[in-house]
């Protein structure tokens, strides 16, 4: 299980505003930009100043992110907007909006630091797996249990944490939460190159029947 699932749903919320987009003139290529400067420029103000207070601007940013970048799947796909640069953009424009929003967190958590920057690492891992996966044959990996939204939820309920509650409660926990955030993206990388193999053997078993 993984929030991706929930997608179809958040899509359909969108749907009008989508075409009131595209009537617009507005292109996929030009939300995946705006959702890239919004993470980057709120990663360097939170790095810059990081004020507990300042990460409750965290999950509504990731919130926002979140719908730029349904929003943009959606004009490609649905609008004939599809390109090998948006493609590339959309890609580069997820790990580095990662790498922006979570750095901060270890000048936030610095006893926590070692696992903070293993999670970057490993959630770069996860992507680059799922984009790997097309180069054998198979789909884009989105398999869980710690994709990109799933990410996304624990750093935003950690800002908000961050911001309401002081740091100093519960920081027994939040090495055990980080420890098991990596265990889950450890397993999310193994998920996602099972389930690239089975999709190209099941791609060779129906071609062969």
């Not at 967190?105 to 903070?116: E, R």
Request: contains cysteine.
């Amino acid at each position: 299980m993984t929030i991706y699932d929930l997608k179809p749903k958040f899509q359909s919320l969108l749907r009008p505003l989508v075409v009131r987009l595209y009537d617009a003139g507005v292109t996929a290529n030009q939300i995946t930009l705006a959702a890239l400067c919004l993470s980057v420029l709120t990663g360097i103000v939170l790095f810059l100043f990081p004020v507990p207070l300042l990460f409750l601007l965290l999950p509504v940013v990731l919130f926002i992110r979140m719908a730029l970048n349904a929003i943009d799947g959606m004009l490609a796909r649905e609008h004939n907007q599809k390109s090998r640069f948006g493609a590339i953009l959309n890609e580069l424009g997820d790990v580095i909006s990662d790498t922006a929003l979570y750095f901060p967190f270890v000048l936030l958590f610095p006893a926590c630091s070692g696992w903070i920057l293993l999670i970057l690492f490993l959630s770069l891992l996860t992507e680059f797996i799922g984009v790997l996966a097309q180069t054998i044959g198979a789909s884009r990996r989105y398999d869980g249990p710690a994709g990109k939204s799933d990410r996304a939820f624990v750093f935003g309920a950690l800002g908000l944490w961050a911001a309401v509650f002081p740091l100093s409660l519960l920081s027994a926990v939040f090495p055990v939460l980080f420890a098991i955030l990596s265990a889950l993206l450890f397993y999310t990388c193994y998920n996602r190159i099972r389930r690239a193999l089975q999709e190209c053997a099941q791609q060779n078993a129906s071609q062969k029947d």
